[in-house]
Structure formats: C-alpha cells, structure tokens
T-cell receptor
Framework: EAGVAQSPRYKIIEKRQSVAFWCNPI?????LYWYQQILGQGPKLLIQ????????DSQLPKDRFSAERLKGVDSTLKIQPAKLEDSAVYLC??????????????FGPGTRLLVL | GQQVMQIPQYQHVQEGEDFTTYCNSS?????IQWYKQRPGGHPVFLIQ?????EVKKQKRLTFQFGEAKKNSSLHITATQTTDVGTYFC???????????FGTGTKLQVIP
C-alpha cells in the first residue's frame, strides 16, 4: 500500500513570496490533515478535511494560509505571502475515517520550508 | 484552547535503563494516541487508547490512559538504541474530535 505522498520535499523562498505544497493521501482515506511542525515542537494542526469539507481550521492563519481538497482526494496548502516565522516542516497526514478506531494518522515525509 | 503538555522535555538514559514520558491534557479526552518521530523523520503511529484506565503493551512499551482521561504515560523497559527519537502523545476532544499533539519528549539512549 502506497503511503502519503508530499511534494516538494524542500523549498527555500524569500519572505513575501508565495509557496504551495501538495499532498496525496493514502487511497480511500477520508480524512486529511495539514500540520506545521516548527523545529523542536510538536505538530500543530492547521486544517482538517473530511472528504472535501473542512472539519477544523481554527489554527490556520487565514490571512496568509489557504488550503483546499478538491474531489476529496489530493490537497494543496498555500502560503501567500510568506513570513520568516513560517519556516517549518509542513506535514500532511491521512486517516481512514473520523470514526473511533479508524483515526490512526499516517504521515507523509513532509515539506521542509525555509523562508529567508 | 486545548493544551497537551509532556514531561520531561528531554531524557538521556543509559542503554538498558527504563524510560517514562507523561502526557497531561487541559481537557478530558475521548482518546489518545502515541507517535514516535525519529530524527529527520515523520511521526509514526504507535498505539491508541480509548477507555478510562486502559493499559496496553507492545513488547517493551507500556501505555496507560488515566482514569479521568486527562493524562497518559508511555513506559519503555530496558531501552535500546533503536528507541531513540521523540515521543508525542496526541489527544482528541470536542465535538469535531480535534486532535492536539503534545509538546513531545526527546529520548536519547547512550550505548
């Protein structure tokens, strides 16, 4: 079974530029998560999708971050414009469903973003 | 909002010693999961606990969920160098089952 795919793996941009990350979850997984993990900290949930609907985006800085999950499969996360403090690893994860016992999250390798 | 804290933040142990990390939530959780993240890697699921007072074992790892469902612990017996990494708990609560990761405990095992 293929895992969660993410691209790019690394990205270096200057502040005020835009960047987009892509995630392809495990086939059949209804729930998709985007996390921001700053060095030395735990993953922070940015947005959670159930199929193509948003379940939680309370910690997404909506003035600069946006995310979509078209057709309930792939997802993109965009930052526009980027700030220095956005430097982090952006992790995508998927789970089979939001129902109990089906919430195991499978993480992708992450995209390491450096904002200069 | 919900906060999940872990202690200690760092732990260095000699190989063969035991290790324990504690996870405390500011709110009652519906379930808690534990993940391990190796240096440079991504979190990997270890286990999920659902019931109050639940205890689960995986070889040398013992996981416990508190009676009040607000805390949890992970205990590793006789650590090995392969146990090196950061251990995170992740709790779910609320109507939308929002997941909050803990602050993590970084384990270093000295051979």
């Amino acid at each position: 079974e293929a895992g969660v795919a993410q691209s790019p793996r690394y990205k270096i941009i200057e502040k005020r530029q835009s960047v987009a990350f892509w995630c392809n979850p495990i086939s059949g997984h209804a729930t998709l998560y985007w996390y921001q993990q700053i060095l030395g900290q735990g993953p922070k949930l940015l947005i959670q999708f159930q199929n193509n609907g948003v379940v939680d985006d309370s910690q997404l800085p909506k003035d600069r971050f946006s995310a979509e999950r078209l057709k309930g499969v792939d997802s993109t996360l965009k930052i526009q414009p980027a700030k220095l403090e956005d430097s982090a690893v952006y992790l995508c994860a998927s789970s089979l469903d939001r129902q109990m016992y089906q919430e195991t999250q499978y993480f992708g390798p992450g995209t390491r973003l450096l904002v200069l | 909002g919900q906060q999940v804290m872990q202690i200690p933040q760092y732990q260095h142990v000699q190989e063969g010693e035991d290790f324990t990390t504690y996870c405390n939530s500011s709110t009652t959780l519906s379930n808690i999961q534990w993940y391990k993240q190796r240096p440079g890697g991504h979190p990997v699921f270890l286990i999920q606990l659902v019931k109050s007072g639940e205890v689960k074992k995986q070889k040398r790892l013992t996981f416990q969920f508190g009676e009040a469902k607000k805390n949890s612990s992970l205990h590793i017996t006789a650590t090995q160098t392969t146990d090196v990494g950061t251990y995170f708990c992740a709790g779910r609560s609320g109507g939308y089952q929002k997941v909050t990761f803990g602050t993590g405990t970084k384990l270093q095992v000295i051979p």
